[in-house]
Each structure stands twice: as C-alpha cells, then as structure tokens.
C-alpha cells in the first residue's frame, strides 16, 4: 500500500518474502486462479490462461489495525483514524480510569503481552494494581491475575474505560486475564476485547435483518461490539479457532 510507510511498513510483502525466504515455493492452483498475474512467486510457475478473476484491491480507510480491516470488509470504512499512543497514555486519559475503578496503574506503555506479565507480574501481586499496556494498534490493554483480581472485576473496569474512552477514539479496550507464578505467568483464554460501536450499520446489521444468520467465531462478536452477531462462539485459541469453524 502507499501508505505503509507511516506504519513502519515499508517494504513488506509477506508471500513474497515467505519465497525468498525458503528459495521458492510451489503454488499451482492459485497461480491457476491468477495470483502471478498480481504478484510474481518464486518458484511458482505462471498459468498460461488463468481460470480465476484475479486484481488487487487497496484498503480505504486510514487506520491499520483489526477494526478497520474487519468494519472495512463488513462495508464502513474508517476515515476518521482511531488514535493510538505509543509513548503511553496521558494523564487526562489514565486519571478518570484511576478514580473510577479504585486501582492505580503499573505499566503505561507499548509492550508485548507476554513481556510485561513477566515485568510487572510480580507488583501486580503485590500491589493489586491493573497492568495497563497498547501497542502499535489503538488499544488499551488491562491486564490482571485471575487470583488477584476476579475476572469480573477485570471486565467491569474494561467497561469503564469504554465509556470513558470513546472520545479519545481507542478502538478496542482489552482484558488480559493470566495466572500462574513469577516466571510462569501464563494468560488464559479468558481474554475478552470491547470494541467501538460501528458509526452505521454493517453488512452484519443487514444480514440479520434479512434473516440470515451471522456466526461470530473467537473475537469477531468482540470486533463488532456484538452489533450484527446472532450468534458469538468462544474459542481457545487459533487452531480451537479453526475447528470451531469447520463444525
């Protein structure tokens, strides 16, 4: 995409560096379908008459992260860009969360999950203070033991700083449940993502009113704030994930 470049992307091509990286790869039906005639493949050999329609399509909203892909695809596009925060939050935003959830904050910057239950697992014991973490994404993260705070109470608070935190336009709130001990934390698929509301009706919302049914699996119910979903199935992880959609 032309824009890459303001996300740090510039240059990347997934396919095609998955090729180079293992000196080709051989993909026959969909260079049948026409793929080489949108990206050259090393190791694939073109199809002289494609069976496929084949093309590219460029994203037309202004945000990269999962609600602008997933609302896109549904048929709204994001033009006005969620905010993001990577040198954390400011305190005009983390104060009202403090005050209103009664549990003072560790973290406060752009980390990996994994990372930071490692970091600051152990005062979180101690302390009983909410991790909060983003990343490159919009996203205000809350991570919280299982033992140390129930998981409730860890959804509660995520409700709260969605309703605090729609003016500052942050796509998603995310609970970050673990357990474990210090050197074994480990998060739990009680992971849950509060999302804003899509501004119009989706292609979800007009499924359903159509009659047709609209199945959720993993986070997408999450993703469109369960506005468009009849029906939204939990799943433990991405190959749970897969198999949730097959049956």
């Not at 496929?52 to 695809?73: C, F, L, N, P, Q």
């Amino acid at each position: 995409m032309p824009d890459a470049v303001d996300f740090g992307d510039a240059g990347t091509n997934t396919l095609g560096h998955v090729a180079e990286a293992v000196q080709g790869i051989r993909l026959p039906n969909l260079a049948g379908l026409g793929l080489l005639r949108v990206l050259p493949i090393l190791g694939t050999e073109e199809d002289a008459l494609p069976r496929g329609a084949y093309g590219k399509m460029a994203e037309a909203s202004v945000s990269k992260d999962t609600i602008t892909g997933h609302w896109e695809m549904a048929g709204v596009p994001v033009f006005d860009a969620f905010q993001t925060f990577p040198s954390g939050f400011p305190d005009h935003i983390l104060q009202p969360f403090i005050e209103r959830t009664g549990r003072e904050v560790l973290g406060n910057y752009a980390a990996s999950g994994t990372v930071i239950i490692e970091d600051l697992g152990e005062e979180h014991i101690r302390t009983g203070k909410w991790i909060v973490y983003t990343s490159a994404d919009s996203v205000f993260q809350i991570a919280a033991h299982e033992e140390v705070i129930p998981l409730e109470e860890l959804y509660e608070a995520c409700r709260i700083a969605r309703n605090l935190f729609d003016e500052h336009r942050i796509a998603r709130i995310i609970a970050r449940p673990f357990v474990g001990e210090l050197g074994a934390f480990k998060r739990t698929y009680n992971r849950h993502d509060f999302s804003m509301l899509p501004p119009e009706p989706t292609l979800c919302d007009r499924l359903v009113e159509s009659d047709v049914p609209v199945i959720g699996v993993g986070k997408i119910g999450d993703i469109f704030a369960h506005q468009g979903i009849t029906e939204s199935i939990h799943t433990e992880g991405n190959l749970d994930g897969l198999k949730q959609t097959m049956e």
